[in-house]
């Protein structure tokens, strides 16, 4: 069997931020030509995820979906936020059909079912064999029939989370447009030191220096999330399958990082996490 690897790409870099549904399709091409090439070089199996940035966000805020069906309008602001996350989903299968990566989407509304914010269930035949095809499955955040809330977001980690415990990867890398995790925003505040290595050591000081997304629509709680799913990932992999997995958040916004972190080779550009 091959190592198994989950790569999201973070919707604040293959997106516009002030431009709404708009993706940035240079960008996009560049990270399915890195990871083609790192697939075709190192033989590992993947599944890719992508997040929302200014598609789903933007209607996801709007409407209040992560409420629930509170409102006259929650179902249809539910349904309009599900069909915006489906078609940014569409533009990264048609750019990776160009660039002749073998993709498959599967999308979370279709095989997960969530309990107060959640996944309690999820159909994964589907995924493994694909994976076994030869093809590289793609997920991505999206909205949830919810067992208590009625409908509910699942971030693109909270999708990785299930399937975590389902698939057991060996390696779980998000690319965000930062150069990793730092001991405060470094977006907001320039004196920032970036953080090298998170474990079971830091994990709690780090996550106090993680604050949400500088985006004004975002709802999935920024990097504060995908530091504590993330290390969650790591530990959980550890304690259900008794074998290590490694995590990275590195900056997919810089040219080659996503490539090398897929290859094993060393990157500046990222913070790594474990669980010992
Ligand atoms: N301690 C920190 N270290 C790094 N980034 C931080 C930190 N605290 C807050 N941030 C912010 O988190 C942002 C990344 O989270 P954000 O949710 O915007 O990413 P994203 O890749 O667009 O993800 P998504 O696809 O979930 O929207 C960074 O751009 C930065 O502004
Ligand atoms: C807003 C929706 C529907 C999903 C957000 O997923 P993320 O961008 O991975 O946080």
Same mark, same amino acid.
């Given at each position: 069997?091959?190592?198994?690897?989950?790569?999201?790409?973070?919707?604040?870099?293959? +997106?516009? =931020? $002030?431009?709404?549904?708009?993706?940035? /399709? =240079?960008?996009?091409?560049?990270?399915?030509?890195?990871?083609?090439?790192?697939?075709?070089?190192?033989?590992?199996?993947?599944?890719?995820?992508?997040?929302?940035?200014?598609?789903?966000?933007?209607?996801?805020?709007?409407?209040?979906?992560?409420?629930?069906?509170?409102?006259? !309008? %929650?179902?249809?602001?539910?349904?309009?936020?599900?069909?915006?996350?489906? &078609?940014?989903?569409?533009?990264?299968?048609?750019? &990776?059909?160009?660039?002749?990566?073998?993709?498959?989407?599967?999308?979370?509304?279709?095989?997960?079912?969530?309990? *107060?914010?959640? /996944?309690?269930?999820?159909?994964?035949?589907?995924?493994?064999?694909?994976?076994? @095809?030869? !093809?590289?499955?793609?997920?991505?955040?999206?909205?949830?029939?919810?067992?208590?809330?009625?409908?509910?977001?699942?971030?693109?980690?909270?999708? !990785? *989370? !299930?399937?975590?415990?389902?698939?057991?990867?060996?390696?779980? /890398?998000?690319?965000?447009?930062?150069?990793?995790?730092?001991?405060? #925003?470094?977006?907001?505040? &320039?004196?920032?030191?970036?953080?090298?290595?998170?474990?079971? @050591?830091?994990?709690? +000081? /780090?996550?106090?220096?993680?604050?949400?997304? *500088?985006?004004?629509?975002?709802?999935?709680?920024?990097?504060?999330?995908?530091?504590?799913?993330?290390?969650?990932?790591?530990?959980?992999? #550890?304690?259900?399958?008794?074998?290590? %997995?490694?995590?990275?958040?590195? *900056?997919?916004?810089?040219?080659?990082?996503?490539?090398?972190?897929? $290859?094993?080779?060393?990157? #500046?550009?990222?913070?790594?996490?474990?669980?010992?």
């Amino acid at each position: 069997m091959e190592p198994l690897v989950f790569l999201k790409l973070g919707g604040g870099t293959i +997106t516009y =931020d $002030s431009r709404e549904s708009t993706p940035r /399709i =240079d960008v996009i091409d560049r990270l399915l030509s890195e990871i083609k090439k790192a697939k075709e070089e190192h033989g590992f199996d993947l599944i890719l995820g992508h997040g929302s940035g200014s598609y789903a966000h933007v209607p996801a805020s709007k409407y209040k979906v992560n409420e629930g069906l509170k409102y006259e !309008f %929650s179902r249809m602001g539910a349904t309009v936020t599900c069909n915006t996350a489906k &078609a940014l989903n569409t533009v990264i299968i048609e750019e &990776a059909i160009k660039i002749g990566l073998d993709t498959y989407p599967f999308s979370p509304s279709s095989f997960a079912y969530a309990g *107060n914010g959640r /996944i309690i269930k999820g159909v994964t035949d589907g995924i493994r064999k694909s994976l076994e @095809s030869g !093809f590289t499955p793609v997920v991505y955040g999206d909205v949830l029939i919810d067992d208590v809330k009625g409908v509910t977001i699942a971030s693109t980690e909270e999708v !990785f *989370n !299930f399937l975590s415990t389902e698939f057991g990867p060996d390696k779980i /890398i998000i690319g965000a447009d930062v150069d990793g995790v730092f001991d405060s #925003n470094p977006t907001q505040n &320039a004196n920032a030191k970036k953080i090298d290595r998170v474990d079971n @050591s830091n994990i709690d +000081t /780090i996550l106090k220096g993680a604050s949400g997304s *500088n985006k004004s629509f975002d709802v999935t709680g920024g990097m504060h999330t995908k530091v504590e799913m993330l290390y969650n990932m790591v530990k959980g992999v #550890n304690e259900k399958f008794g074998k290590p %997995s490694i995590g990275y958040i590195g *900056n997919a916004a810089k040219e080659g990082v996503i490539g090398k972190l897929l $290859s094993g080779k060393p990157v #500046n550009e990222c913070t790594e996490f474990s669980y010992r």
